[in-house]
């Protein structure tokens, strides 16, 4: 329900999920978007070649926030239409990533709205 303030795809997409990891990944498209006047959400889109790459990337991510010293804590996890939805809290926000597909989606959006927020990209990525 946020406008749409800022967006980034494509080639420029990747090479920032990219440099915000420090290391390269096998996308093949990518797209950002920044919602709300004060940046209250970013949606992150990662495009791999088919969904087992997808689902490796989503494991190692999940294994890499689980075991290493990262901004992120793990608040939870979920089974939303069969699939697993994975929270965390940290750099002052609620996070949500998931598979759809050939994509990782990742969320971040201030706490005062986060609760109707992550639903919304579980119903444009099913």
Do not use: C
């Amino acid at each position: 329900d946020l406008p749409l303030t800022t967006v980034i795809n494509g080639s420029e997409a990747v090479q920032e999920i990219t440099r915000l990891h420090g290391k390269e990944f096998p996308l093949i498209s990518g797209a950002m978007g920044n919602y709300g006047s004060s940046g209250q959400a970013t949606l992150w889109v990662a495009g791999f070649a088919d969904s087992s790459t997808a689902a490796q990337i989503l494991r190692a991510m999940r294994e890499k926030i689980a075991s290493v010293n990262t901004p992120f804590t793990p608040t939870g996890e979920e089974l939303v239409g069969g699939r697993p939805i994975y929270h965390l809290d940290g750099m002052g926000q609620k996070h949500v990533y998931f598979q759809s597909g050939n994509q990782v989606i990742w969320l971040a959006v201030d706490p005062e709205i986060a609760e109707h927020a992550l639903q919304q990209p579980l119903e444009v990525y099913p």
